[in-house]
């Protein structure tokens, strides 16, 4: 991470121009940029926006689109501060390109973790801030989708900017041919209007003359009270391709000549390849070529079942390097050995610390999480073709600069040599962000190994489920002290990582003394991103021990949540909405229960209550999950509704089925059949609230996850008084059922 000081003062020199604001270019760059992007007519007035003669504005999107809604949201917020008439705004995907980096991501990332927002740099700084952090994402090859970062980085940090900025060049191109000053105008509806006539110029006719102007670096946003766009349930942009079927995913991609290629990859993490006889499969039918990688072998055939086949038939022989013998119990038993003698890194202590457990009545639990893999609906997949010294690449990733970037690097050409398409993709949540790219890997190696003929590389079923980057199992101990009236006097946790420490694992309760330390614990299982990341894990060990902690206080769950957030309006609102519009504390049928969970991750903040039903006979029924949600100013409520509706199915279907086990060193499960998702009939009615707040701009596709578990196992236990602390619930006796009044 770099210094503050490097951040605000290095991208100067760095980018060999002071540039005035990060949403606007040096008029090269736009030219250059016209060059790459623009179309017929178009003009870029400012990054991430052109606009055409006839008015069209398009906002160019630096990220991918795999279902979040953002290439709705990000146009809202652009167009919100340019005025635009939105019927006359498209959204179009920024192209692979450095010139297209997306420093607003990096802007956001960066000042977000030393606690500063825009509105804290000094405006005379901005310019050079923003031509930093632009510098910073040209370096890393930065476009990347994840962490719920498009609307509060990109958006806030890019897309409100560059919208103002565009909107103040236009009216100045207006003023110069009325010859008045810009105060003399306003805009509305995608058109300057001269104040005093009610003349007024469309933004197509001031477009070329708005490029000529230099930007401000601190240009004039709106007061939210001011937004027309902003706030409105637009409808989304990405709805009619997708189910009409234009839309194109990697999987889609054809290729005159195409051919087609399956896998078989060292099946213990970390294996090498030693020996594989390959006359078999070389003599199957359409069968091309066998490729020997590393730590795979790909066969490339006409048809993808005979390649799948003739890649089946194989029997390659694998260096295990030693973790053949490692199985879910060894890899817990690491965990727990390190859980219970450390060493530990104290991440936060606030108070006294563990001293403060002497103060009262101790209560302890210890909470596990096992590894989950993504299983995306679309399998892992890239389409290559090397030709004539140039790689050319067609793939679905969370990143298209960054997997043009990789591409280079495996082929060990130059950017410029490589051309990425970046395609829809079919589910991500994690498992298409950079450093994961190893479908990209497969891909590109065996084109090479095929010049000049186009091979696409499918991951089957299995191998996508074995050879993923899975969420970590986690194990987490806590201990607190209660006083005579059960209220926390002391809080005491102790959980394993395989990296640094978690912020999620911070409390939102008001609790005097706190420590929280973390001991690393490492395993030949590759591990990376997940929906919702750290708060995945922690959102179940702190909601699932807080309500531990209400009953053995003899309290109502949400009244002693409510005791502890007195002092966060924000956090007490969401609770208490939550509990209206879920009727908690009403009467409900015999066996039949509510739970309760609260966590804020992304800057948003979500209350989760579950209603169950558990049968005599173990049968588990989750009737409805009735969330609220506080994401600060919420862009396209009815977008967030939805992004929070997936994160409870998506989280929902890990609390209840999701396990991902080792024996010999290999993951267990194949295919969905071992790996259950929640279906149809089993999937709980939700109600999803949308309240607004003063709050910052928060993420929406990944908050809504981590309060699910908890608030189904804290539901559970109301039921039943079985305490839930190690995931997933299938394992304690309970079985999902249909929901009786869901749809047949």
Request: proline letters at 6%.
């Amino acid at each position: 991470m770099p210094t503050r000081r490097a951040i605000l003062f290095g991208g100067a020199a760095a980018g060999g121009a002071l540039i005035v604001g990060y949403a606007l270019w040096p008029s090269h760059r736009r030219e250059d940029a016209d060059r790459l992007d623009a179309k017929g007519d178009e003009r870029f007035v400012s990054n991430w926006i052109k606009i055409a003669t006839d008015g069209t504005v398009t906002v160019v999107v630096p990220h991918c689109d795999m279902g979040t809604g953002i290439f709705t949201a990000l146009p809202q917020m652009a167009a919100e501060e340019l005025d635009a008439d939105w019927s006359m705004v498209r959204a179009e995907q920024a192209p692979p390109d450095s010139l297209f980096a997306n420093g607003a991501l990096a802007e956001g990332f960066i000042l977000s973790g030393q606690g500063l927002g825009r509105e804290q740099i000094p405006a005379f700084l901005r310019g050079i801030v923003g031509n930093s952090f632009r510098t910073i994402a040209d370096f890393m090859d930065l476009q990347t989708t994840g962490g719920s970062s498009a609307v509060r980085f990109t958006g806030v940090y890019g897309m409100q900017v560059t919208g103002a900025a565009a909107r103040e060049l236009l009216v100045k191109a207006a003023a110069a041919r009325w010859s008045v000053s810009p105060d003399a105008c306003v805009t509305k509806n995608g058109r300057v209007i001269l104040s005093a006539t009610g003349k007024s110029f469309g933004y197509g006719e001031l477009a070329a003359e708005a490029a000529r102007y230099s930007p401000s670096s601190n240009p004039k946003l709106k007061s939210p009270t001011e937004y027309t766009l902003i706030g409105k349930s637009l409808p989304r942009a990405d709805i009619p391709p997708k189910t009409n079927g234009t839309a194109q995913y990697g999987i889609d991609v054809q290729a005159p000549g195409l051919l087609y290629a399956a896998l078989r990859i060292a099946p213990v993490f970390g294996s090498k390849l030693k020996s594989v006889d390959t006359r078999g499969a070389e003599g199957m039918r359409g069968v091309r070529k066998v490729v020997k990688l590393d730590d795979a072998v790909v066969v490339v055939a006409d048809r993808y079942w005979r390649a799948k086949d003739a890649a089946a038939s194989l029997a390659p022989v694998w260096d295990e390097g030693g973790a053949g013998n490692v199985t879910s119990a060894s890899i817990t038993a690491k965990r727990q050995a390190a859980l219970k003698a450390g060493p530990f890194d104290v991440d936060q202590k606030i108070g006294s610390g563990a001293e403060a457990l002497s103060g009262g009545r101790v209560i302890e639990a210890a909470y596990s999480v096992p590894y989950l893999a993504h299983a995306t609906m679309e399998p892992m997949n890239a389409t290559a073709v090397f030709r004539d010294g140039r790689l050319e690449v067609w793939s679905g990733t969370q990143d298209g600069l960054g997997g043009r970037a990789h591409c280079a690097k495996v082929a060990d050409l130059a950017m410029e040599k490589v051309t990425f398409h970046l395609m829809h993709l079919g589910g991500g949540f994690g498992r298409r962000l950079p450093n994961y790219f190893n479908f990209l890997t497969y891909a590109v190696k065996t084109a090479m190994a095929l010049p000049g003929v186009p091979v696409k590389l499918l991951f089957t079923r299995e191998e996508d489920m074995q050879h993923d980057y899975y969420r970590p199992n986690v194990l987490s101990s806590f201990k607190a002290a209660l006083d005579k009236a059960g209220a926390p006097l002391g809080w005491v946790n102790h959980y394993t990582t395989e990296d640094n420490a978690n912020p999620e694992a911070h409390l939102i309760y008001g609790i005097a003394n706190q420590e929280i330390s973390t001991t690393k614990v490492t395993t030949h299982v590759p591990t990376g991103p997940w929906r919702s990341v750290e708060a995945s894990w922690h959102g179940f060990f702190i909601e699932s021990f807080v309500d531990e902690l209400a009953h053995a206080a003899g309290t109502d769950p949400v009244a002693y949540r409510r005791a502890l957030l007195k002092e966060k309006p924000r956090h007490l609102a969401v609770l208490e909405r939550a509990a209206q519009e879920a009727g908690w504390g009403t009467p409900l049928p015999p066996r039949h229960a509510r739970g309760i969970a609260i966590f804020e991750c992304f800057q948003t903040i979500v209350a989760e209550i579950a209603e169950v039903e558990v049968a005599d006979d173990g049968g588990l029924t989750i009737h409805r999950i009735t969330a609220a949600v506080d994401a600060g100013t919420t862009v396209n409520p009815d977008g967030l509704k939805a992004q929070v509706e997936g994160a409870i199915i998506f989280g929902l279907s890990a609390a209840l089925h999701g396990a991902i086990t080792i024996d010999k060193g290999a993951v267990v499960q194949a295919n969905f059949p071992d790996y259950e998702m929640v279906r149809l009939l089993g999937c709980p009615a939700i109600d999803v609230h949308v309240a607004n707040s003063d709050g910052p701009y928060g993420g929406g596709g990944e908050p809504g996850t981590p309060p699910v578990a908890p608030a189904v196992a804290n539901a559970v236990f109301a039921a039943t008084g079985i305490r839930i602390r190690e995931l997933p619930i299938r394992d304690h006796g309970l079985a999902l059922k249909d929901r009786p009044s869901a749809i047949r």
